[in-house]
């Protein structure tokens, strides 16, 4: 198995973009993986009559949750107890990390298998396992083959969206002593992939899961899967570890299932998940398997920070990834364009909140603004308004120095002044016209290179639409 070792990515998203867009094999990937997410959602959502009245039923749970968050982490955590498991606090991924190697270390260890977390990937817990002497060994088919690549997810639900079959098939023949085993059609890369992580399975020490749900009334982590490996990985070994966040907490069974209703509808076009599990406390006399111990881990990481601010509706978030899998950007560039464990729209707004790198500040500027994110969302929460909030922040802030900022505040000055702003328009426009001569369109313009450099830029009309509609109004009183 290879170390995990992250190449540092370039850290402008611009250059990363263009560095995406001429990548033969991520466009392929994309083409073929974009059109599907969305019709299949489409399918599910036509196939029953009420999806709006349950987006909104999920929309009020996420709410409630967040409104008394930290009565139901206590009422979750007491029930926890109940249950013979343990909860563990980390404010930070340092936290986080340091807890979950020391219930590692705790069961001598040496092998964990893990189920897909992105709270894990958020605060690089295979790295730190590796270098604490734990080999983790992802179960995941998606992740399992990003092991192999030494590489992140790029996408929350399909983390290997990127890959095509070919490099699939390359990385599995690199890797696995195939002998006359024939990968020429996806079920066999799968059973491939079954075959090399079964054994693993049995072999673990520990088993590391996420969890899409924490219900506080019974303290039961719910998981949702297609493959079966978060139920293989949470039973199998003497210890299951789950690490997820605090915001995935909600109030009763009532409340998890108001969500389940619209998650794989919003995610995969599914009704339901093929798996759908539920884990409370560790095994008790009357079970004849499960864990011997279970602890739960809940990472802060900002979230805190959040409620009650002008941005607690990112909490709503239950990661389905619709919003990407409709983005026009995120469908042209990818998930690894956004250098960040949640990529598209979604972590347009939650990176900058949760990394606060400077750089993040791009993020919240990668967008068309066409507003179907916000349509998609199952818990309906406004993405471009948030992007926009955060935008705003960035030049109260003045994080962002250059020509785009001085740009922002000529043009916000002029504003003020209609009658100026109307004369420098007609101006310009004038000259325009002038350097437009008879050509539909511009090839290249001073300061544009980002939009010419891939295709024309339409020239705008000799003068505004107030001249002409002030024109014609005399034209017609004449």
């Known amino acids: 198995m290879s170390q995990v070792q992250m190449h540092e990515p370039q850290p402008d998203f611009i250059i990363r973009s263009r560095a995406s867009l001429v990548d033969k094999h991520l466009q392929e990937a994309l083409e073929e993986a974009g059109s599907g997410f969305v019709h299949k959602r489409q399918a599910a959502i036509d196939r029953i009559g009420n999806f709006e009245q349950l987006r909104d039923q999920a ?39 340091e807890l979950v190697i020391g219930l590692c270390q705790q069961q001598n260890a040496k092998t964990a298998t893990k189920g897909k977390s992105m709270v894990g990937e958020e605060v690089d817990l295979n790295e730190a396992l590796e270098a604490a002497g734990v ?3 992802e179960t995941d088919l998606g992740e399992y083959v990003l092991q192999l690549a030494n590489e ?48 693993r399975f049995l072999q673990a020490d520990v088993g590391i899961t996420g969890a899409n749900m924490l219900i506080a009334e019974t303290g039961t982590a719910a998981i949702v899967t297609n493959e079966g490996n978060g139920d293989l990985t949470a ?5 299951h570890i789950v690490t997820t966040s605090i915001d995935k907490i909600v109030p009763t069974w009532e409340d998890a299932s108001a969500i389940l209703r619209v998650l794989g509808r919003s995610a995969t076009g599914q009704d ?32 805190s920070e959040l409620l009650g601010s002008e941005y607690e509706k990112m909490l709503h978030c239950i990661r389905c990834g619709a919003c990407m899998n409709h983005c026009p950007v995120y469908q042209s560039v990818g998930g690894h364009t956004y250098n960040s464990v949640y990529p598209g729209p979604m972590g347009a707004v939650l990176t900058p909140l949760l990394r606060h790198e400077e750089q993040d500040n791009q993020l919240p500027n990668a967008s068309t603004f066409c507003g179907r994110c916000e349509s998609v969302c199952p818990v309906r929460i406004p993405l471009p308004g948030l992007m926009r909030k955060l935008r705003d922040r960035e030049q109260r802030e003045k994080k962002h120095a250059g020509i785009s900022q001085w740009a922002v505040k000529i043009f916000c000055r002029l504003s003020r002044h209609p009658a100026i702003y109307r004369r420098l328009n007609d101006f310009n426009l004038r000259l325009v016209a002038i350097a437009r001569g008879r050509k539909p369109r511009f090839q290249s313009l001073p300061f544009l290179s980002g939009w010419t450099r891939h295709r024309d830029f339409p020239a705008p009309e000799k003068s505004s639409f107030q001249s002409q509609w002030q024109q014609r109004q005399k034209e017609k009183q004449s």
């Open 272 to 303: 339901i998940t093929t798996y759908t599990s539920f884990f409370t406390g560790a095994r008790s006399e009357r079970d004849k398997d499960g864990p011997e111990q279970f602890h739960i881990v809940l990472l802060d990481n900002r979230r």
């Open 235 to 239: 039973t199998l070994p003497r210890t």
């Open 135 to 137: 080999e983790p060994q």
């Open 59 to 97: 929309q009020r749970v996420r709410a409630r949750a967040l409104k008394n968050l930290d009565l139901y982490l206590l009422h979750f955590e007491k029930k926890v107890t109940e249950a013979g498991g343990q909860v563990h606090w980390a404010e930070t991924p340092e936290q986080m990390r």
């Open 152 to 199: 992140r997810p790029s996408h929350i639900v399909a983390p290997a969206l990127h890959k095509t079959k070919a490099q699939v098939q390359s990385l599995f023949r690199e890797n696995h002593a195939l002998g006359e085993r024939a990968l020429d059609e996806v079920a066999d890369i799968v059973n491939e992939a079954r075959a090399v992580i079964r054994d």
